[in-house]
């Protein structure tokens, strides 16, 4: 499953042959392919194990190798907020002038591993992921792969690619609170998104995907910090209701959204959500034309603390 | 790009004695890992405790103020996999009945640089790298870049790993952690100190080799690369250069000395 998915992930952006060799390549996941991870575990102390233990960046190398990637090649792994970080990581690759473009890869499968670790922690809702909601209980898995080419704005860009969208901020930041709760007052998020909007008005961000897994915590967390934020009251939605918690691939999934909701002028709904535990926020219930919609913010959160925020507008069409 | 100063390495593998280059000689005693700090928790590591220990001493001369925006940068090569073993062990003992939460948070290569930014208050930006050859490297130079274009003025950067004997993660090889530490800063942001070193040129480039070269030897890291250059400080200027398990090749030069600033 996972070679299935990051094959067809990569292959959906990646660039012409002849581009490739100076396309770096960021692997954004917070356990990669764990098949051979768990076959090695399960054969501890038995004589047949394999000396040499499965390494996340085995992952990275086989993709490298595969489509030929000749840029920078790197593994990124912050839990939750793998994506968007890599994301960061590729935009800074690249306005530095270490790459001339990079290819972001996120994905993370859904595992009995992983299963049992959030089913041990007691995250995973009884029914289904209501983000936002009274109700909520806890989050839904997924399994995923998402990628993206990021490139300087001259960087001529190929007729097969996407709507693509401009990286006008970004910001990564720590709690320092806790390994799983997230810290109630959303420091660490809101100091993620004041360098994300730094030198923008916050009045002019139409639209938030927040990272919304709909556990208990985390919803709290994010609303605490959108009431204080954006006074203005931007559409806030959320896609992992009918996506699922893809883990380290959420955060590309997610900015592949917006790329989509500023292309379509649509705000997406946010699956699940039948009551709002924030009535004072603007929670999106039914999918909205918004012809307005111009910036968004994406912002990720995950295990340790770490948060990520990044904001986005339409880029300009190629050639003007 | 600006210059960026290191003022303080340093690094352990086991019990040996701790290696520090910078301008505080004090921190040479090699200490046991067998106490772990219990604000750490009782599912804590020896890597866990080994990198909270070095932390510790790396950041005695700074203050809780200046850590606010610091930011940590930390490659691995082996990230979670002992924390892994002990969830796995937890999940298949009477049909997953027992599966530890305790294990299951800490079962991602970010959990230890969490678990530093947590006791420390290091609240800017936290990434984890990946590498089988190169952790430390690519998490200095990226931390170099970091601070290079303002995001941040300060940061933490290197590596941990729990080194695996040969096909086993046992007790007897628990001594085996290895912790390589830097701090890293702009000239004005701890004006109070003195560098060690200077940071010149940092980058991650391409190599005309293919990638998937996974180093055979269990020990076969940046580490001891950078041990040798800490301590060969009477060289006015340091080259490190290897090429990274990701067929990246890394390239950090160093000006080393007090007389430079």
């Given at each position: ?25 960021i692997l954004?996941t917070?356990?990669g392919?764990?098949?051979p991870v768990?076959?090695w ?9 394999s000396s040499a233990p499965p390494l996340l960046s085995d992952n990275l190398n086989k993709?490298a ?7 920078p090649k790197m593994v990124v792994s ?243 | ?5 290191v003022?303080t390495i340093i690094a352990q593998q086991g019990n040996t004695p701790i290696h520090l280059a ?11 890992l ?11 590591t020896l890597i866990a405790a080994q990198a909270?220990e070095l932390t510790?001493?790396l ?13 940590l940068f930390v490659g691995t090569r082996f990230g979670s996999l002992e924390d892994d073993r ?22 991602l290569p970010s959990t230890v640089p969490?678990?530093l ?10 990434i984890t790298f990946a590498d089988s050859a190169t952790p430390a490297m690519i998490a200095i130079i990226r931390a170099y ?10 940061a933490v950067a290197g590596s941990f790993d729990f080194l695996l004997s040969g096909d086993t993660v046992?007790?007897?090889t628990a001594p085996m952690c290895r912790t390589l530490l830097c701090l890293m ?12 070193a200077?940071i010149?040129?940092g980058a991650i480039e391409a190599t005309?080799q293919s990638a998937g070269k996974t180093p055979a030897a269990p020990d076969e890291t940046d580490f001891t690369e950078i041990i040798t250059a800490m301590t060969a ?5 340091l080259n490190l250069h290897r090429q990274s398990g990701n067929g990246n090749t890394c390239r950090l030069v160093l ?7």
């Amino acid at each position: 499953m996972w070679e299935k998915l990051t094959t067809q992930a990569i292959t959906a952006a990646l660039p012409p042959l002849e581009q490739r060799h100076d396309c770096g390549l960021i692997l954004a996941t917070t356990k990669g392919d764990m098949q051979p991870v768990e076959t090695w575990l399960n054969a501890d102390g038995q004589e047949h194990r394999s000396s040499a233990p499965p390494l996340l960046s085995d992952n990275l190398n086989k993709l490298a190798q595969r489509f030929g990637f000749g840029g920078p090649k790197m593994v990124v792994s912050t839990a939750c907020s793998s994506g968007l970080t890599a994301i960061i990581e590729a935009a800074m690759l690249v306005q530095t002038g270490q790459a001339k473009q990079m290819l972001v890869c996120a994905a993370d499968i859904a595992n009995g591993f992983i299963q049992d670790g959030f089913n041990a922690l007691k995250a995973i809702s009884k029914t289904r992921c209501r983000p936002f909601d009274r109700q909520r209980d806890g989050l839904a898995l997924g399994s995923a792969a998402a990628a993206c080419l990021v490139t300087s704005s001259d960087h001529p860009r190929h007729a097969a690619s996407g709507p693509s969208l401009l990286l006008e901020g970004w910001g990564i930041s720590c709690d320092a609170t806790h390994l799983t709760a997230p810290d109630r007052e959303a420091s660490g998020l809101m100091r993620a998104v004041h360098s994300a909007i730094a030198g923008v008005d916050s009045r002019s961000i139409d639209a938030v995907i927040l990272h919304g897994t709909g556990t208990p915590y985390n919803d709290a967390m994010e609303a605490f910090a959108m009431c204080r934020l954006f006074a203005h009251r931007p559409y806030l939605t959320a896609a992992k209701g009918f996506l699922g918690h893809t883990l380290g691939a959420s955060g590309v999934m997610e900015t592949d959204l917006a790329a989509w909701m500023l292309h379509q002028r649509v705000v997406p709904a946010i699956t699940g959500l039948e009551d709002p535990q924030w009535p004072e926020l603007n929670f999106v219930r039914q999918a909205t034309v918004a012809t307005d919609l111009k910036r968004i913010l994406k912002t990720a959160s995950g295990f340790g603390g770490l948060n990520a925020a990044i904001l986005v507008s339409m880029a300009k069409p190629a050639g003007r | 790009m600006n210059d960026i100063y290191v003022y303080t390495i340093i690094a352990q593998q086991g019990n040996t004695p701790i290696h520090l280059a910078g301008n505080n000689d004090t921190y040479s005693a090699a200490r046991p890992l067998a106490d772990k700090p219990p604000s750490l928790g009782r599912e804590t590591t020896l890597i866990a405790a080994q990198a909270h220990e070095l932390t510790a001493l790396l950041l005695k001369p700074v203050s809780i103020a200046q850590r606010q925006d610091m930011g940590l940068f930390v490659g691995t090569r082996f990230g979670s996999l002992e924390d892994d073993r002990m969830f796995q062990k937890s999940r298949l003992a009477d049909s997953g009945k027992f599966a530890s939460p305790a294990a299951f948070r800490r079962t991602l290569p970010s959990t230890v640089p969490a678990e530093l930014s947590i006791a420390f208050g290091i609240r800017g930006p936290l990434i984890t790298f990946a590498d089988s050859a190169t952790p430390a490297m690519i998490a200095i130079i990226r931390a170099y870049h970091w601070i290079a274009t303002g995001g941040i003025t300060a940061a933490v950067a290197g590596s941990f790993d729990f080194l695996l004997s040969g096909d086993t993660v046992s007790p007897a090889t628990a001594p085996m952690c290895r912790t390589l530490l830097c701090l890293m800063a702009t000239r004005e942001a701890f004006d109070e100190l003195n560098p060690w070193a200077a940071i010149t040129q940092g980058a991650i480039e391409a190599t005309s080799q293919s990638a998937g070269k996974t180093p055979a030897a269990p020990d076969e890291t940046d580490f001891t690369e950078i041990i040798t250059a800490m301590t060969a400080s009477n060289l006015p200027t340091l080259n490190l250069h290897r090429q990274s398990g990701n067929g990246n090749t890394c390239r950090l030069v160093l000006r080393v000395g007090k007389q430079e600033y």
